[in-house]
C-alpha cells in the first residue's frame, strides 16, 4: 500500500479496519486507517475529510495523534498515522470508575489537546473513550481528529446535520458515539469548540462514576435525554469527587451552549488547578456522610457544612482570578522527535535552525542525531554511542564518549572529545566527564569531573574552581565570566555560580532540576523544576526568582536543554518513573506489575510469589503474577515481610524513627518495636526463624550499624561495628553474610554471634548480594541499563563466575534496572527507573 508494508492487523478502530505497518521510507514504525470503500467513493466528502485531516495534522501537540499522510491505492483510501501503544480509556474503565487520582491525570491532559485544536478552529465532533488513548508512559493521546466530520453530510451553509444512528435503535442497544453527541449535535445544528466541550463533560462524568451520563435503551432515546434530561448528580453518583470537580463537569453538560466554557484553555487550566490542589479542594465525602444521618443530625451540622461549602467556593474562585490574572501567555511546543526512548541532551547549532541531541531509542545505546526544526526527521552521525555536552560559537562539538548514566543526569560519567559539527573522527581529551560547556568565544572548556568519590569543576580545563561529592550541569555565562552549575546534597538542591577566580555564590536553595540554561542576557539562570511538575523558573543573579511558566501541557518531567539568543527553547518533555517487573516462579515471561506512578520494590519471599512494594508513601503486598490487584496493608516505607508471612516490618518516612512498626498482614492490629534511642534509617531483614530483626540505624552522632530487635520487645543491641552492614541471612538461619561499606569487604559471621571471617577475594561492589539456596555460596547482581549480570561466588575460595544475564524485556527508555532474586535465583522482581523524553522547541517564554 504505498510505501507502506503492512505487518499486523491491530482490528477495527473508528471508520475502518487499522493496521500495523512500517514506512520503508523513513523506516519508522506506523498506524494505518483504512476508510470503508463507501466513504472512498464519495469524492466531495473525501476532499473535505483531507482539507480538516491535513488542518489537524498541522497541530502538533503531545496530546493529539500526528497524521503523517492521506493517500489512495487501488480505490482504497488510508491515513498513515503516529503508531501509539497503550490502552484506550475505554479499556481502562471496565465497569467501574475511574480513582480520582488517576482521573486528574488523564482528564487535564485531554482539555489540553481539545484546548490547541480550539486555538486552530479544528472541532473534533466525536470524543469518547474509544478516542482516547493513554500510553504505557501515561500519556494521553486523542485520536481521530478531523475524521468524524467524514461520517456526517453536510448542508451547504456548513452545518452539520443529525447523522442516522445506524445499528441504535433496537432496545437494549446504545450506540456508543450517540451517548456523547452534545445537545446541538442532536439537533443537527452547527457545532462550535464547545460541543467537544458537552462530550467532554460526558467522558469526564462516565470516569468519575462509571456510567454513562445519558445511557437509555435506544440511540433515539439517548439521543432525546441528551436534549432534555439531566444525568444523576455527582454528589450523589460519584460523593467522593471534589466539590469544584462536580461544578466543572456540570458547567460543560449544560444545555445551552454559552453556559459552557468560553475557552477550552480555561477548562484546561480549571482541571490542572483541581489536579494540583486536590488536597485543598472540599471532597462530597462530609456531604454524603451528613446526607444519610437524621434529619435532626441534618439540621445540626447543615450551618457548618454549608460554611464550609463557601470557603471552599470563594478559595478556588480566589486562587483562579489570581491565576488568571498572572498567567502568562501560553508558549508554542513544536515536537521535534518521535520515536520511544530518551532525549539526553540537545543544543541548537549556531545556526538556529539546525538541532543536535543524543537519543537513546527503542533500547539502543545513546547516539547523536541532527534534525532540522522545519523537519520531523532526524539524521544519525557516524559515531559510536555518544551524548552530547556543548556545540561552539564555531560550530565544534563536545561529547561523551561512551556514557554512562544513573537514574538521574547527575550520575553520567564518559571520556570528553571533540567532534567537528560537519562530521569527522572524535579526538578524545579528559576521562570520567560528567559535563561541559564552551565558553562563548569558543575556545575553552567548563567541566565537571569525577576525581575519586568527588567531582571537580574546572574552567577551563585544568583549573579547579570547586569540588563537593555532587555537582552537575555546568553552564558558562554569555559574557564567559561565571559558569552556573547544581550541587545536591541531603538537604536538597542550590543552584550555584562560579567565577573565574573560584568563588561561589549560591543563588537559591531548595529547589530540584537536571540541566539548565543561561538566558541570552546573562541576568537569569532558567531551569525546569522536579518538584513543580516541571515548572519553569528564573533565577536572577541577584539571587530572586521568578516562575516563568506554571508547569509543561502534560504534568510530568522535564528539562530545559538550551536558550538561542532570539529566545527560543529547547526542552525535553516526558515521564520519568519508577516502575516493577516480575517473573513468578515456573514462568519465563516477565509482567509488569506496577501499581501506581512509583512502585519500588523492597522484598521478595523465599519462594518467589509474593513482593512487598511502597508506592507514594503507602505499603502494598501484590502477586508477582500479576493477576490479583495489590493489597495496601499500611502508610510509610515497608522494607521485610516476616517469613510466615504475616508480618511486614515498616518506619514512618522521613527518616530516621525512633521505632518499627510491624504490620499484620492479615487479621489483626499493628505493633510498634520501641528504638531504645536508636534512630533507625534503610530498613533491615527478618530472621528466619521470625524471632529477631536485623535493623540499620544509628546511636544519635555516631555513624550507622546493624542493630538485633527481638519482636517480643526489649531494647535492641549491636550486632555489628559501625560502618558494617548485616546484607543478608543463610537459608537455615546460621550465618549472616556482612558488608564493610567504606571497603566493601564481604564477611560471614554467625548469626548468634562471634568472630567474623572475611570471604577470599576482592571487594564487592553489587547492588544486590545475598546467599545461595545450598548457603555456600554468595550470589551478586550487577545491572547495568536493561540487563542484569548474575555472578556465583564460593564463600570458601572466593571464586567469581558469570552464573547468568536477564534483561528487561521492554528497554526502551530504561536507566537503571535492579532485580532483586528469590532464594532460587530464578524469579525475580526488579525496580526499573525509566525515562521516556521526546524533544520540543519552546517558544513564547519570556
Not at 484546561?268 to 444521618?293: K, P
Request: hydrophobic share 40%.
Amino acid at each position: 500500500m504505498g510505501p507502506y508494508e503492512i505487518l499486523a492487523s491491530l482490528g477495527a478502530g473508528g471508520m475502518g479496519e487499522v493496521y500495523r505497518a512500517r514506512d520503508t521510507r523513513l523506516d519508522r514504525e506506523v498506524a494505518i486507517k483504512v476508510l470503508p470503500a463507501e466513504l472512498s467513493e464519495d469524492a466531495g466528502r473525501l476532499r473535505r475529510f483531507e482539507k480538516e485531516a491535513r488542518s489537524a495534522s498541522a497541530l502538533n501537540h503531545p496530546n493529539i495523534v500526528t497524521i503523517y499522510d492521506i493517500g489512495s491505492e487501488g480505490g482504497v483510501s488510508y491515513i498513515a498515522m503516529e503508531r501509539v501503544e497503550g490502552e484506550t480509556l475505554r479499556e481502562l474503565l471496565p465497569g467501574g470508575p475511574m480513582g480520582i487520582k488517576k482521573l486528574l491525570q488523564v482528564a487535564p491532559q485531554i482539555a489540553e489537546g481539545l484546548s490547541k485544536a480550539h486555538e486552530a478552529g479544528i472541532v473534533h465532533r466525536d470524543l469518547k473513550p474509544e478516542n482516547v488513548m493513554v500510553t504505557r508512559d501515561g500519556f494521553v493521546k486523542i485520536l481521530d481528529f478531523g475524521l468524524a466530520k467524514l461520517t456526517q453530510p453536510e448542508d451547504s451553509s456548513g452545518g452539520t446535520q443529525a447523522p442516522t444512528v445506524s445499528g441504535g435503535t433496537e432496545p437494549g442497544i446504545v450506540v456508543g458515539t450517540v451517548a456523547y453527541m452534545s445537545p446541538e449535535q442532536a439537533l443537527g445544528k452547527p457545532l462550535d469548540f464547545r460541543s467537544d466541550q458537552f462530550s467532554l463533560g460526558s467522558v469526564l462524568y462516565e470516569m468519575a462514576t462509571g456510567k454513562k451520563a445519558f445511557a437509555r435503551a435506544s440511540g433515539p432515546e439517548t439521543m432525546a435525554a441528551i436534549i432534555r434530561e439531566e444525568p444523576e448528580l455527582l454528589s450523589s453518583a460519584a460523593p467522593s469527587t471534589p466539590i469544584p470537580f462536580r461544578w466543572l463537569v456540570e458547567r460543560c453538560l449544560a444545555k445551552a451552549p454559552h453556559e459552557r466554557y468560553a475557552s477550552t484553555r480555561d477548562l484546561a487550566r480549571d482541571l490542572q488547578t483541581i489536579r494540583d490542589r486536590l488536597s485543598e479542594t472540599t471532597t462530597g465525602a462530609s456531604a454524603a456522610a451528613v446526607e444519610t444521618s437524621s434529619r435532626r443530625g441534618l439540621l445540626r451540622f447543615w450551618p457548618f457544612l454549608a460554611a464550609s461549602l463557601v470557603v471552599a467556593a470563594a478559595a478556588f474562585l480566589a486562587y483562579r482570578a489570581g491565576e488568571k490574572k498572572a498567567k502568562t501567555p501560553f508558549p508554542e511546543f513544536q515536537r521535534l522527535t518521535f520515536r520511544r526512548g530518551t532525549t539526553w541532551s540537545a543544543r541548537f547549532a549556531p545556526d538556529g535552525k539546525t538541532v543536535v541531541y543524543g537519543g537513546a531509542w527503542e533500547g539502543q545505546p545513546v547516539r547523536l542525531f541532527s534534525t532540522r526544526v522545519e523537519s520531523p526527521e532526524s539524521r544519525a552521525f557516524d559515531l559510536p554511542s555518544a551524548d552530547l555536552l556543548a556545540i561552539s560559537s564555531h560550530g565544534e562539538m563536545a561529547v561523551c564518549l561512551r556514557p554512562r548514566m544513573g537514574a538521574d543526569a547527575s550520575g553520567r560519567r564518559g571520556t570528553l572529545a571533540r567532534v567537528p559539527l560537519g562530521g569527522g573522527a572524535p579526538r578524545e581529551i579528559l576521562e570520567d566527564v560528567q559535563g561541559a560547556d564552551w565558553s562563548p568565544d569558543g575556545q575553552e572548556l567548563a567541566v565537571i569531573r569525577w576525581a575519586g568519590s568527588r567531582r571537580r569543576l574546572e574552567f577551563p580545563i585544568g583549573k579547579v574552581l570547586y569540588e563537593a561529592e555532587r555537582i552537575h550541569s555546568p553552564r558558562v555565562s554569555p559574557n564567559g565570566d561565571l559558569v552556573a552549575f547544581f550541587e545536591r546534597d541531603e538537604k536538597g538542591l542550590r543552584l550555584r555560580v562560579a567565577d573565574r577566580a573560584g568563588r561561589i555564590r549560591t543563588l537559591e536553595e531548595g529547589g530540584w532540576g537536571y540541566s539548565l540554561a543561561w538566558r541570552p542576557d546573562g541576568e537569569e539562570v532558567w531551569y525546569a523544576s522536579a518538584l513543580k511538575f516541571g515548572q519553569i523558573r528564573a533565577v536572577a543573579l541577584s539571587g530572586g526568582m521568578r516562575v516563568v511558566h506554571p508547569e509543561f501541557p502534560n504534568p510530568a518531567f522535564g528539562e530545559i536543554q538550551d536558550i538561542f539568543p532570539d529566545g527560543r527553547i529547547l526542552m525535553s518533555l516526558g515521564e520519568f518513573r519508577r516502575s516493577m517487573v516480575a517473573v513468578p516462579p515456573g514462568d519465563t515471561r516477565e509482567r509488569d506489575i506496577s501499581w501506581f506512578s512509583d512502585s519500588d520494590a523492597t522484598e521478595i519471599s523465599a519462594d518467589g510469589r509474593t513482593v512487598l512494594f511502597n508506592d507514594e508513601q503507602r505499603i502494598f503486598l501484590r502477586s508477582t503474577d500479576g493477576a490479583s490487584p495489590a493489597v495496601q496493608i499500611g502508610d510509610g516505607i515497608g522494607f521485610a515481610m516476616s517469613p510466615d508471612g504475616k508480618w511486614v516490618a515498616s518506619y514512618a518516612n522521613p527518616r530516621p524513627q525512633p521505632e518499627i512498626v510491624l504490620l499484620p498482614t492479615g487479621a489483626g492490629e499493628p505493633r510498634t518495636l520501641r528504638g531504645g534511642g536508636i534512630l533507625y534509617s534503610g530498613g533491615g531483614l527478618w530472621h528466619p526463624d521470625g524471632s529477631r530483626l536485623f535493623l540499620y540505624g544509628r546511636r544519635p552522632g555516631r555513624p550507622l550499624q546493624t542493630f538485633v530487635q527481638a519482636i517480643e520487645g526489649g531494647d535492641p543491641r549491636p550486632f555489628t561495628k559501625e560502618g558494617v552492614f548485616v546484607v543478608d541471612i543463610s537459608p537455615d538461619g546460621k550465618l549472616v553474610l556482612a558488608q564493610d561499606l567504606d571497603e566493601g569487604k564481604l564477611f560471614v559471621l554467625p548469626a548468634e554471634g562471634g568472630p567474623a571471617r572475611p570471604v577470599p577475594g576482592p571487594p564487592e561492589t553489587s547492588s544486590s548480594l545475598g546467599f545461595g539456596a545450598d548457603g555456600h555460596s554468595l550470589f551478586m547482581v550487577e545491572s547495568s541499563a536493561a540487563t542484569a549480570r548474575i555472578f556465583r561466588r564460593e564463600i570458601e575460595t572466593g571464586r567469581r563466575e558469570l552464573w547468568k544475564e536477564v534483561a528487561v524485556s521492554d528497554p526502551a527508555g530504561i536507566l537503571t534496572f535492579d532485580p532483586i532474586f528469590a532464594r532460587d535465583r530464578k524469579s525475580y522482581v526488579a525496580r526499573c527507573w525509566r525515562s521516556m523524553t521526546n524533544l520540543y522547541l519552546v517558544e513564547g517564554l519570556k
